[in-house]
């Protein structure tokens, strides 16, 4: 599903972010990336959506080469991978259903497929009784639900949760990552990216531990122990 083949990634000023990075996540897996700020963790992110291209090596997504993806083709690989980040990124002036459909009406989607999709998505977050409040008026883990939804609305074969609870207490960011487990258990791969040590520790799921660009570690039903 996605496979990273002797990546590495240097930016002007040779400054280099990741090192000969081998790395394969097969279909359905739930894969933690752990490591402190500044490992590497961002650029993984950039170069499987594409936001990057690797210096060396090559990227495969669902057995697409994306190691020098076309600019054109960029919005068809997006298709297939959902992304959450730390930031809501909600827009304030539209409700829950708009903001869903949003993502769908950008993509060309037809009215009647979204008017069918964007509730199927909220239900599965547990938002569908809400889907016609704004964004603040639903608490802060009810917001990052319907990022969760929104990044579903494609129906990807793949999620990259990218820090998706750094701004949340404790109790919603339990909420988010059963509710990606729960995303997980319907056949998507998730690749949960985050320095949350207790939410990593309590999956009990497969690890890889970056350490200045380098793989230190990769475990199935892992720790994270830096």
Do not use: C
């Not at 603040?136 to 990044?151: C, D, F, K, L, P």
């Not at 319907?186 to 939410?199: C, P, Y």
């Amino acid at each position: 599903m996605v496979h990273f083949k002797n990546v590495s990634k240097i930016y002007t000023g040779h400054q280099t972010a990741l090192k000969d990075i081998n790395l394969h996540i097969k279909p359905g897996e739930f894969v933690s990336i752990v490591g402190q700020s500044g490992t590497g963790k961002t650029t993984l992110v950039k170069l499987i959506l594409a936001e990057e291209r690797p210096s060396k090596g090559k990227i495969i997504i669902g057995g697409w080469d994306i190691s020098n993806i076309k600019y054109r083709e960029i919005p068809t690989l997006r298709r297939q991978i959902g992304v959450v980040f730390q930031d809501f990124k909600l827009l304030p002036r539209k409700t829950l259903f708009e903001n869903v459909a949003f993502a769908l009406e950008v993509a060309g989607e037809q009215n009647d497929k979204i008017n069918e999709i964007v509730p199927q998505v909220l239900r599965i977050v547990g938002l569908e009784s809400k889907m016609s409040r704004f964004p603040n008026q639903i608490s802060g883990g009810e917001q990052q639900r319907v990022v969760v939804a929104r990044s579903l609305a494609h129906r990807p074969k793949i999620l990259v949760a990218d820090e998706p609870t750094g701004n949340l207490d404790s109790i919603n960011s339990r909420e988010i990552i059963e509710l990606l487990k729960k995303i997980n258990d319907f056949g998507t791969t998730v690749i949960l990216v985050t320095h949350n040590r207790e939410i990593v520790n309590d999956l009990v799921r497969r690890v890889i531990t970056l350490e200045d660009g380098l793989i230190i570690s990769d475990k199935q039903r892992g720790k994270y122990l830096l």
